[in-house]
């Protein structure tokens, strides 16, 4: 059973456009659904409250005791055009059939519901003058760039997201050195450190700490480490309408993993030097354990663009906010070399310049 004040189950999407009748979308940077067939526009009714419910870990570790993300059920869709009934690992897709919106009609047991959404601020034209500015940007990719056809070939999906919050406790042992100056035999003066053994505990916050949900593809990390979660709103599944949004196959307990992974192998540590103090530290043993334990999942557009070039597929990554843009090209050998040459030159002129310049001001 979800704890009390757990998010609960986003509700089935029945949207229509109150005109003609047709599916909505939603528009990126607004706050209202607009008609793929004659433009009609209707306001979305935003949701006040928090944007991140979050709910405690350890009720959702009991609950879920040896369930698997592979041994999860699909989400049983219908699509809103044709009605066709599908089943799916996908939040929000898009009918095989008819291309139109497929939403969900029923959660299996165990899935954990979005929480907050960072809603897309930019639309496919801009992502796609995004993409351009950057293929421009690579001096040394293959011409097949520039005839990729991105208005077109872009995607729209949002990334589910896991956020921790909890206070790690770490108890430790150690030394604290203090430097004191030693006179040698022979007059000179050294700092050494007199050592004592310290033990004590220290605690570390974790707050929204971000685990990916789901892998992507390379770049994905770089985007999502720079997300403004200040801009998160309720879920509310009118802002999947028109996208699609891929389920986690990165359940909470691997990603609390994770969290706990980066937070002592450099937060913790740091925080333990910090309250050992002195001059010179040597921590020698720590055991750390977590408190207060809090999970949500969020999520966060992306524009995806997967393209063939050089007989090669290669995926390219737009954030759905900033127009951010990661990823991977493949590089023309001969505007590499040339580059290369290019670099090489400039530096050999600039040291021949160097040290010729005192002889040319002798001269003057």
Request: hydrophobic share 40%; with cysteine; charged share 25%.
């Amino acid at each position: 059973m979800p704890a009390a004040n757990s998010p609960e189950p986003p509700s089935t999407l029945e949207l229509a456009c109150p005109t003609c009748a047709s599916q909505v979308r939603f528009a990126p940077g607004t706050t209202h659904l607009t008609c793929v067939r004659c433009g009609t526009t209707t306001a979305i009714e935003v949701r006040t409250g928090p944007a991140l419910v979050e709910q405690p870990f350890d009720e959702w570790e009991r609950d879920n005791d040896g369930r698997q993300v592979s041994s999860l059920g699909g989400v049983v869709m219908t699509c809103e055009g044709c009605h066709a009934t599908t089943e799916s690992a996908a939040l929000a897709s898009i009918c095989q059939f008819c291309r139109g919106h497929l939403v969900p009609v029923t959660q299996p047991d165990g899935v954990v519901p979005p929480s907050g959404v960072l809603p897309f601020l930019i639309d496919r034209r801009q992502a796609a003058d995004a993409f351009v500015a950057w293929v421009n940007d690579r001096d040394v990719g293959v011409d097949e760039l520039k005839n990729v056809n991105a208005a077109e070939s872009f995607t729209s999906t949002y990334l589910p997201l896991w956020t921790f919050s909890a206070t790690a406790t770490t108890a430790y042992e150690g030394q604290r050195g203090i430097r004191k100056a030693v006179r040698l035999d022979d007059g000179r003066v050294e700092l050494r450190a007199d050592w004592h053994d310290v033990s004590g505990s220290v605690d570390t916050p974790v707050a929204s700490h971000v685990v990916e949900g789901r892998d992507l593809g390379i770049g994905q990390s770089r985007i999502v480490r720079k997300l403004d979660l200040t801009a998160t709103v309720p879920f509310q599944p009118e802002y999947l309408a028109g996208h699609t949004a891929t389920r986690y196959d990165v359940d909470p307990a691997a990603a609390f993993d994770e969290v706990r992974r980066k937070v002592e192998k450099k937060r913790v540590r740091n925080d333990v030097r910090d309250d050992i103090g002195g001059d010179e530290t040597r921590i020698e043993s720590t055991t750390t354990t977590y408190s207060d334990v809090r999970f949500a999942l969020l999520l966060a557009p992306l524009w995806v663009l997967t393209y063939i070039a050089g007989g090669k597929t290669w995926m390219v990554l737009v954030d759905g906010r900033t127009g951010q843009v990661e990823g991977e090209y493949p590089i023309d050998r001969v505007k590499f070399t040339l580059l290369v040459f290019k670099w090489i030159a400039i530096f050999v002129l600039g040291f021949v310049a160097l040290i010729s310049l005192p002889t040319i001001l002798d001269s003057i």
